[in-house]
């Protein structure tokens, strides 16, 4: 069946909805004049509304898009279009009655019909669509003792009876194939306790988890609440692997900004789910103002941070995504996930060294940016200091580069992603990125513009982080090697990291360097025992830990800030600005940069270490002996 050139899939729908506008129309007249002997002086309009009904209700109802959902998927969005096409369908049809009856087409017509015309519609049209979705169901729930569901469902125990764990239930009965049937929820909040949920009991709360595993058969619990802390899925996982029971878990928000929640996003539970901390609100008012319809250019966009970066900001509608990194391959993987979720966004992937001025100088002319985000630099500190020249050309040149681009052609708003290392740095990765702190700082002073530094300490799942040399030694069973046991870092899951950067971002006037608050800092120790753990293994039974002593230089702990210096919160509660740092003049800072370029190009690493030490408050830039097996 075809309207307007247009294949209708719902075509039974169609021939419903016009049969039941019919009936509608004549159980109005009926009602309204209960078949009185007047009826006949009607009889002419009721004929008048029969037609222009079954003409004009199937054409609104058609243009409100109502035959090209799928109704066994309907939802309280899908009853609010059936009420707008209805109402809009009846408002049509009441002026064109009026206008026919005032035109004297015809004498008797009592205008109450029109009302009740249109209750009769809502309960039509909503109880055609009601059955249809009843009988699809009903197919549904028949065909999970079919054969082709042999295998015996698991039992499932959700956590969380919220949104997510309401969706995630109703996707396990929707679609038996997944072999899951809910038992019962958990939640803590008492409005919801002894309740029911899509047929779901509320059990408990989750205090009573143990006795809840301990009472009833439970085959997989499922942690079903995104903005879930740290804290509450440790507590669940302990719980369950005690008790061998498998578990799953939803992503976290911010994993979750702009994606769906559904049992296809389900996963097994990492150690990032357990260092999670408390969600905070985004303010995506603030950032829209920021990047919304903006030309936006990522450095590093290939790297962890720089492609979480570009999918969160892809997320804000920019005018165009810029992506600029110097590995192709990164680049390559990075544009395909983005273009999976964003077909329509203009995305143009870059590559280019940041030590190209000429070919930065390029870019900027022919795409105009207007925000830059820049994450590109060496960041492996065994590997920068057997190639301390890398270090200084990379992240000082390169930085260098982007900012004189940047400046040349009015940039308003520049963000350099730093480290917790630049903070009385003993390695020169450290040391170098605090140089560029300095000239992003500088250029700010210098140009009044918005140019801001981010400061941050270990993010999970980075490359070349702890956690994943840990997980290859635990594959390759062991044993697992930590430098010391009182050996602390902070952490931060990617998402979280760079949520906090674009935020940070809408607040900068210009010169600020911020921290973000990393909570507590996390034994070393401590994060190698929760992954033997969520391996399924005992630590010092199934898998060793082997203390292989501290490097030379090496703190037992990082600093966000300078000692010596405050600092003081912002609009944010996860992000705080440092007030004061110790500067130097511009003159000196670009004489010191230019003395680094050379020793670098020149190829003197001590004395690059030398003036690093001499320049950075606290620094103490000493040369040791590296263990690339011991990155951290």
Request: overall charge neutral; charged content about 25%; proline content about 4%.
């Amino acid at each position: 069946m075809i309207i307007f050139g247009r294949k209708i899939r719902n075509r039974y729908l169609l021939a419903g909805d016009i049969f039941l506008s019919l009936v509608s129309v004549l159980a109005s007249y009926i009602i309204r004049l209960e078949l009185i002997a007047i009826f006949p002086t009607y009889q002419r309009s009721m004929l008048w509304m029969l037609g222009v009904a079954a003409v004009i209700k199937p054409l609104v109802y058609f243009l409100f898009g109502i035959y090209r959902r799928l109704w066994r998927y309907a939802s309280i969005r899908e009853l609010v279009l059936i009420i707008s096409a209805v109402t809009t369908a009846s408002m049509v049809i009441s002026g064109i009655m009026i206008g026919l009856f005032a035109g004297g087409f015809f004498v008797g017509f009592p205008r109450s019909v029109l009302v009740i015309d249109w209750l009769f519609s809502l309960a039509f049209v909503g109880g055609l669509r009601f059955i249809f979705r009843l009988m699809a169901e009903s197919t549904s729930t028949a065909t999970e003792g079919d054969r082709t569901f042999p295998r015996r469902r698991k039992w499932a125990l959700v956590i969380g009876a919220g949104d997510a764990g309401a969706m995630v239930v109703r996707e396990m009965q929707k679609n038996p194939q997944l072999n899951l049937k809910p038992i019962g929820f958990l939640d803590d909040d008492p409005s919801k306790q002894d309740s029911k949920i899509h047929g779901v009991p509320v059990l408990a709360s989750l205090d009573e988890i143990d006795h809840i595993l301990d009472t009833r058969h439970v085959d997989e619990v499922i942690i079903a609440i995104p903005s879930a802390s740290g804290k509450v899925l440790r507590q669940v996982t302990e719980v369950c692997r005690q008790r061998d029971i498998a578990f799953r878990t939803m992503p976290g928000i911010y994993e979750l900004l702009g994606g769906s929640v559904s049992v296809s996003r389900l996963r097994e539970v990492d150690i990032s789910d357990l260092l999670r901390r408390e969600p905070v609100q985004m303010n995506t008012k603030a950032l829209g103002k920021v990047l919304e319809d903006q030309v936006v250019l990522v450095t590093g966009a290939g790297g962890s941070i720089g492609s979480e970066l570009c999918r969160q900001i892809a997320q804000l509608n920019p005018k165009t995504l810029l992506m600029l990194g110097h590995g192709e391959n990164s680049i390559f993987e990075a544009l395909m996930a983005l273009k999976e979720s964003y077909p329509t966004h203009d995305i143009v992937p870059l590559i280019a060294d940041v030590r190209d001025l000429s070919r930065l100088s390029v870019i900027f002319d022919r795409w105009q940016p207007d925000v830059i985000y820049h994450t590109a630099a060496h960041k492996h500190v065994p590997l920068m200091e057997t190639n301390i020249e890398e270090a200084v050309t990379n992240n000082i040149l390169g930085t260098r580069n982007l900012i004189k681009a940047a400046l040349e052609r009015d940039v308003e708003r520049l963000v350099l992603i730093s480290t917790d290392k630049a903070i009385q740095p003993v390695n020169v990765m450290g040391a170098t990125k605090r140089i560029a702190e300095m000239m992003v700082l500088d250029a700010a002073k210098r140009s009044n513009k918005a140019y801001s530094v981010v400061r941050f300490g270990n993010v999970l799942g980075s490359r070349g982080s702890v956690v994943p040399r840990f997980k290859r030694q635990i594959a390759a069973g062991g044993p697992v090697t930590v430098t010391h046991p009182e050996m602390k870092r902070y952490f931060m899951t990617i998402p979280e990291a760079v949520h906090l950067v674009l935020q940070s971002s809408t607040m900068s006037k210009g010169g600020e360097s911020y921290i973000l608050d990393m909570g507590q800092q996390v034994r070393i120790l401590d994060l190698a025992e929760d992954l033997i753990r969520l391996s399924g293994l005992e630590p010092g039974k199934d898998i060793e830990i082997v203390f292989s002593g501290i490097r030379p230089g090496e703190k037992l702990s990082e600093d966000l800030w300078d000692q010596g210096f405050a600092y003081s919160p912002t609009a944010h509660p996860d992000i705080n600005q440092v007030d004061s740092e110790e500067g130097i003049t511009s003159d000196k800072l670009e004489s010191i940069v230019d003395q680094l370029i050379y020793l670098a190009r020149e190829g003197k690493p001590e004395e690059i270490r030398s003036i690093l030490s001499e320049t950075i408050p606290g620094a103490d830039i000493q040369a040791q002996e590296t263990h690339l097996d011991m990155v951290e």
